[in-house]
């Protein structure tokens, strides 16, 4: 540890870490510097020059080494004759900083006015109108006229595809670079960059496809001005008007904190809709971005299934009279239902003695309850990603092993094909076992361990045997990882079913392969289910649907492959009759003469020694991380089991 | 007695051959002061492209929460308002309106004014919603949107000059 560094900005004293920039250790003491280039995360490059301020240094003797002391015994400090960019000034002993005087305001205002000069004020039609740091900074800064002459303006193309997601409003943009450092640094794929020179300086994409990365959607929350939008967002909805909600993503096992912003929409007849996807803030998770896959989740399920067809209650009796019938009725759930869904499940298959299974292609659930978590890894660390890409499967733990690389960790990747993640690993094989070999070399060097593994038992198993500090199985589902924590068996193919009365909860295709093979099938799920339903059908009257809602209709939890809980709340009216699936269960039980709780807070108290109080908790100071639209999390960061 | 009542009644029959200031409304109309706010017009430009560009700023501005805009994107082939983007839905609730003004202010193109209009009825709440069917107005050149137009024409939303045809 560092010793702390002790300056004075605007008259206050503050201590930072040595080496802390000047405009984070303002905000520490709340005072805001105007940046457009500077981002916490990225290292600084003093491209906009909007952080001007004074900076004062105390006064050294050449000779002697000794402070110089002014006559009343203070120290000396010597000012610069020019204004200086804090954001490129790491923080010295002694210094001081004038972020308000005159001249650093003059200074800041006219820079402002430059940033304006062929700022085309599109702000009517802009997406990022409401939540633009230009606007913003232009309200503390701007004058009300500018001194140069509009018919000189710079004109450039105003609709450029960087993909097929993200597109580019060259006007707009100030050349501040965060979108290529965002790339180039913290991603690792270069894939934008400038062309041309002076006033002329543009964006382009040098991948082809363009914009060729998992992470662009992230650039359009750091762009300071609304130069990189998103297509599936275009004029989608003034920021003021939206709703934000707090959730988790559903795309994948690494639970990225997210919020969804909803707003009624004419197009889709007048309902209330998730509008875009957002991040939120989680240093532990996503820190304060998210992937392609998770913001463009399509929450729209036009086709599903809003109420039972025979009427809720001939279902819920049905359903009930069926699997009480039945000798041996199985239950089987897959990894995209919340805790509480899978928590009333599992109690009601516990009660009536019925085996409960969760659908995995991934092996190994009971293996990974124990490990701990993958954290944030780093020198001294050695990391295995063994049987997944990464990149397709947890985008985030692809980012999180880049970065932990870039911090000076060991990555061993061990695929059959090549992964993105190759370029960055020490060691890359094609097969399994040389990889497992490779990692047992490097783990006995290494302080903390690390194995993301997707693959069937054996290959858990073997990875298991290297004693990791952290197993982390890559999932196909969200909370996967939550039904092994709650002790359902694994099964990978659906035979077991065969000639059975199953009740099935989750997503469509698990409920179309059950109907496949079982007897009568009790569907609990909140997909469209239009393949059930037809092959139901086709083969008589042998199943009954009960439609439940989706995760942006209820509250709920969700355990991440790396084992932390972390709540969902509901942001959108459920649709049509649906009801939470956690109700559903209880009252088919409650028809079988079992009696389960229907609050989501109480379920979820029966089975973890935690409220959603606990969940709820945050870390403010996180929140001096952020640069720019990443929610901050006032929600809750979730628990780490 | 009479001279009583004559004089009590002496103002009754001044004012029966005053000019009354009264007027038989409906059949007759007043003529309102220019700066009236009475129901509001969409306006357009003279080549028949809608003004409004589905900012919502309007929406933002109004303290009785009464105008709902949502946003559509212009083509070339298909083009409402110069620039990328028009209103696809827009809507004023007069029930709710306090007529204002403030949307009139708020306009970055002047789309949106209150007009001279003061006779305002519906028979349900459902007609008290004013689409853009009704609010836009036509013009004697019958010009009208959609249009297709040519290609890189109207490429701004907020046009520095009244009719924009060069841009
Ligand atoms: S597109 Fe945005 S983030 Fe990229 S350089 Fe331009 S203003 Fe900066
Ligand atoms: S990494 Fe996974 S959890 Fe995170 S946003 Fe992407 S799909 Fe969602
Ligand atoms: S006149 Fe006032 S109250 Fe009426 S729609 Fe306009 S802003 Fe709203
Ligand atoms: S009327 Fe004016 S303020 Fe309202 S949406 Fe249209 S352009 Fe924007
Ligand atoms: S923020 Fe310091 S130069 Fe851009």
Same mark, same amino acid.
């Given at each position: 540890?560092?010793?702390?560094?002790?300056?004075?900005?605007?008259?206050?004293?503050?201590?930072?870490? *040595?080496?802390?920039?000047?405009?984070?250790?303002?905000?520490?003491?709340?005072?805001?510097?105007?940046?457009?280039?500077?981002?916490?995360?990225?290292?600084?490059?003093?491209?906009?020059?909007?952080?001007?301020?004074?900076?004062?240094?105390?006064?050294?003797?050449?000779?002697?080494?000794?402070?110089?002391?002014?006559?009343?015994?203070?120290?000396?400090?010597?000012?610069?004759?020019?204004?200086?960019?804090?954001?490129?000034?790491?923080?010295?002993?002694?210094?001081?900083?004038?972020?308000?005087?005159?001249?650093?305001?003059?200074?800041?205002?006219?820079?402002?006015?430059?940033? +304006? +000069?062929?700022?085309?004020?599109?702000?009517?039609?802009?997406?990022?109108?409401?939540?633009?740091?230009?606007? @913003?900074?232009?309200?503390?800064?701007?004058?009300?006229?500018?001194?140069?002459?509009?018919?000189?303006?710079?004109?450039?193309?105003?609709?450029?595809?960087?993909?097929?997601?993200?597109?580019?409003?060259?006007?707009?943009?100030?050349?501040?670079?965060?979108?290529?450092?965002?790339?180039?640094?913290?991603?690792?794929?270069?894939?934008?960059?400038?062309?041309?020179?002076?006033?002329?300086?543009?964006?382009?994409?040098?991948?082809?496809?363009?914009?060729?990365?998992?992470?662009?959607?992230?650039?359009?929350?750091?762009?300071?001005?609304?130069?990189?939008?998103?297509?599936?967002?275009?004029?989608?909805?003034?920021?003021?008007?939206?709703?934000?909600?707090?959730?988790?993503?559903?795309?994948?096992?690494? $639970?990225?904190?997210?919020?969804?912003?909803?707003?009624?929409?004419?197009?889709?007849?007048?309902?209330?809709?998730?509008?875009?996807?957002?991040?939120?803030?989680?240093?532990?998770?996503?820190?304060?971005?998210?992937?392609?896959?998770?913001?463009?989740?399509?929450?729209?399920?036009?086709?599903?299934?809003?109420?039972?067809?025979?009427?809720?209650?001939?279902?819920? =009796?049905?359903?009930?009279?069926?699997?009480?019938?039945?000798?041996?009725?199985?239950?089987?759930?897959?990894?995209?239902?919340?805790?509480?869904?899978?928590?009333?499940?599992?109690?009601?298959?516990?009660?009536?003695?019925?085996?409960?299974?969760?659908?995995?292609?991934?092996?190994?659930?009971?293996?990974?309850?124990?490990?701990?978590?993958?954290?944030?890894?780093?020198?001294?660390? =050695?990391?295995?990603?063994?049987?997944?890409?990464?990149?397709?499967?947890?985008?985030?733990?692809?980012?999180?092993?880049?970065?932990?690389?870039?911090?000076?960790?060991?990555?061993?990747?061990?695929?059959?094909?090549?992964?993105?993640?190759?370029?960055?690993?020490?060691?890359?094989?094609?097969?399994?076992?040389?990889?497992?070999?490779?990692?047992?070399?490097?783990?006995?060097?290494?302080?903390?361990?690390?194995?993301?593994?997707?693959?069937? @038992?054996? +290959?858990?198993?073997?990875?298991?045997?290297?004693?990791?500090?952290?197993?982390?199985?890559?999932?196909?589902? =969200?909370?996967?990882?939550?039904?092994?924590?709650?002790?359902?068996?694994?099964?990978?193919?659906?035979?077991? +079913?065969?000639?059975?009365?199953?009740?099935?909860?989750?997503?469509?295709?698990?409920?179309?392969?059950?109907?496949?093979?079982?007897?009568?099938?009790?569907?609990?799920?909140?997909?469209?289910?239009?393949?059930?339903?037809?092959?139901?059908?086709?083969?008589?009257?042998?199943?009954?649907?009960?439609?439940?809602?989706?995760?942006?209709?209820?509250?709920?939890?969700?355990?991440?492959?790396?084992?932390?809980?972390?709540?969902?709340?509901?942001?959108?009216?459920?649709? $049509?009759?649906?009801?939470?699936?956690?109700?559903?269960?209880?009252?088919?039980?409650?028809?079988?003469?079992?009696?389960?709780?229907?609050?989501?807070?109480?379920?979820? *108290?029966?089975?973890?020694?935690?409220?959603?109080?606990?969940?709820?908790?945050?870390?403010?100071?996180?929140?001096?991380?952020?640069?720019?639209?990443?929610?901050?999390?006032?929600?809750?960061?979730?628990?780490?089991? | 007695?009479?001279?009583?009542?004559?004089?009590?009644?002496?103002?009754?029959?001044?004012?029966?051959?005053?000019?009354?200031?009264?007027?038989?409304?409906?059949?007759?109309?007043?003529?309102?002061?220019?700066?009236?706010?009475?129901?509001?017009?969409?306006?357009?430009?003279?080549?028949?492209?809608?003004?409004?560009?589905?900012?919502?700023?309007? =929406?933002?501005?109004?303290?009785?929460? *009464?105008?709902?805009?949502?946003?559509?994107?212009?083509?070339?082939?298909?083009?409402?308002?110069?620039?990328?983007?028009?209103?696809?839905?827009?809507?004023?609730?007069?029930?709710?309106?306090?007529?204002?003004?403030?949307?009139?202010? *708020?306009?970055?193109?002047?789309?949106?004014?209150?007009?001279?209009?003061?006779?305002?009825?519906?028979?349900?709440?459902?007609?008290?919603?004013?689409?853009?069917?009704?609010?836009?107005?036509?013009?004697?050149?019958?010009?009208?949107?959609?249009?297709?137009?040519?290609?890189?024409?109207?490429?701004?939303?907020?046009?520095?000059?009244?009719?924009?045809?060069?841009?």
């Amino acid at each position: 540890m560092t010793k702390d560094i002790t300056l004075t900005i605007d008259g206050k004293e503050v201590s930072v870490p *040595a080496g802390t920039l000047i405009p984070d250790a303002a905000k520490k003491i709340g005072i805001d510097i105007p940046v457009f280039c500077y981002h916490p995360k990225m290292e600084p490059v003093g491209m906009c020059r909007q952080c001007l301020v004074e900076i004062g240094r105390p006064a050294f003797d050449r000779t002697t080494g000794e402070a110089v002391l002014e006559e009343d015994g203070s120290p000396k400090i010597n000012w610069g004759w020019k204004l200086e960019t804090s954001c490129t000034n790491p923080v010295s002993e002694g210094m001081v900083v004038n972020t308000k005087s005159e001249k650093a305001v003059k200074g800041q205002n006219e820079m402002l006015e430059f940033q +304006l +000069l062929s700022h085309p004020l599109d702000c009517p039609v802009c997406d990022k109108g409401g939540e633009c740091l230009l606007q @913003d900074l232009t309200l503390a800064h701007g004058g009300t006229e500018s001194r140069f002459n509009f018919d000189e303006k710079r004109h450039a193309e105003k609709k450029v595809a960087l993909s097929d997601l993200i597109w580019l409003d060259r006007e707009r943009c100030i050349q501040c670079g965060r979108c290529v450092r965002f790339q180039s640094e913290i991603v690792g794929e270069a894939v934008l960059g400038f062309e041309a020179r002076g006033s002329h300086t543009q964006i382009m994409t040098t991948s082809e496809p363009g914009f060729d990365s998992a992470f662009s959607g992230n650039t359009t929350d750091i762009c300071p001005v609304g130069a990189l939008t998103t297509a599936q967002f275009r004029f989608g909805a003034r920021p003021w008007e939206m709703e934000a909600t707090a959730s988790v993503c559903t795309e994948c096992p690494v $639970g990225c904190n997210t919020v969804l912003n909803t707003r009624r929409d004419v197009k889709t007849g007048g309902k209330v809709v998730v509008k875009r996807v957002m991040p939120r803030q989680n240093e532990s998770v996503n820190e304060t971005w998210i992937c392609d896959k998770g913001r463009f989740t399509d929450f729209s399920a036009d086709s599903r299934l809003t109420a039972p067809s025979i009427g809720w209650t001939d279902a819920i =009796a049905s359903a009930a009279q069926n699997l009480s019938a039945a000798d041996e009725p199985i239950f089987v759930v897959d990894g995209s239902l919340p805790n509480e869904d899978l928590f009333n499940i599992k109690s009601l298959a516990d009660e009536v003695g019925a085996k409960a299974y969760c659908y995995s292609e991934v092996g190994g659930g009971e293996l990974t309850t124990k490990s701990g978590t993958y954290g944030k890894s780093g020198a001294g660390d =050695a990391i295995l990603v063994i049987g997944s890409d990464l990149y397709v499967d947890a985008p985030i733990f692809w980012l999180r092993a880049k970065q932990a690389v870039d911090r000076g960790a060991t990555l061993i990747v061990a695929t059959e094909e090549e992964t993105r993640l190759d370029n960055f690993a020490s060691t890359v094989v094609r097969d399994f076992a040389q990889g497992l070999e490779a990692a047992k070399e490097a783990f006995s060097k290494a302080e903390n361990t690390v194995i993301l593994y997707k693959g069937d @038992d054996a +290959l858990a198993q073997s990875c298991a045997d290297l004693n990791p500090t952290s197993l982390v199985g890559v999932w196909n589902d =969200a909370n996967t990882q939550g039904a092994w924590e709650m002790g359902y068996e694994a099964i990978s193919d659906l035979d077991v +079913l065969k000639g059975k009365t199953v009740y099935v909860a989750g997503k469509s295709a698990l409920v179309a392969s059950a109907l496949e093979v079982a007897k009568f099938v009790v569907a609990q799920t909140a997909e469209d289910v239009q393949i059930a339903v037809s092959i139901t059908e086709a083969s008589g009257s042998k199943c009954v649907t009960l439609p439940s809602r989706n995760i942006s209709e209820s509250l709920g939890t969700f355990t991440s492959a790396e084992r932390r809980v972390q709540l969902f709340h509901p942001a959108v009216p459920a649709e $049509g009759d649906t009801l939470p699936g956690f109700v559903i269960t209880a009252q088919v039980a409650e028809k079988m003469g079992v009696t389960l709780d229907i609050e989501a807070e109480d379920i979820f *108290a029966n089975f973890f020694d935690l409220s959603y109080a606990d969940l709820s908790k945050t870390n403010p100071e996180e929140k001096l991380l952020i640069g720019g639209n990443c929610y901050e999390n006032t929600q809750g960061v979730g628990v780490q089991l | 007695m009479l001279v009583e009542l004559l004089r009590g009644l002496k103002t009754t029959f001044k004012m029966m051959l005053d000019k009354p200031v009264t007027i038989q409304y409906p059949e007759q109309k007043r003529e309102v002061r220019p700066r009236y706010r009475g129901k509001h017009e969409l306006k357009r430009y003279d080549n028949g492209l809608e003004k409004c560009i589905g900012c919502a700023l309007c =929406a933002a501005a109004c303290p009785a929460d *009464a105008i709902f805009v949502e946003a559509g994107e212009n083509t070339d082939e298909v083009r409402f308002s110069p620039g990328d983007r028009y209103a696809s839905t827009y809507e004023i609730n007069l029930l709710r309106c306090i007529y204002c003004g403030y949307c009139e202010d *708020a306009c970055p193109t002047g789309a949106i004014e209150l007009e001279h209009e003061y006779d305002i009825n519906f028979s349900s709440r459902l007609d008290a919603i004013a689409d853009k069917d009704k609010m836009l107005v036509s013009l004697a050149n019958d010009l009208s949107t959609p249009q297709e137009t040519k290609p890189g024409t109207f490429t701004r939303s907020i046009p520095d000059m009244e009719n924009p045809a060069d841009y």
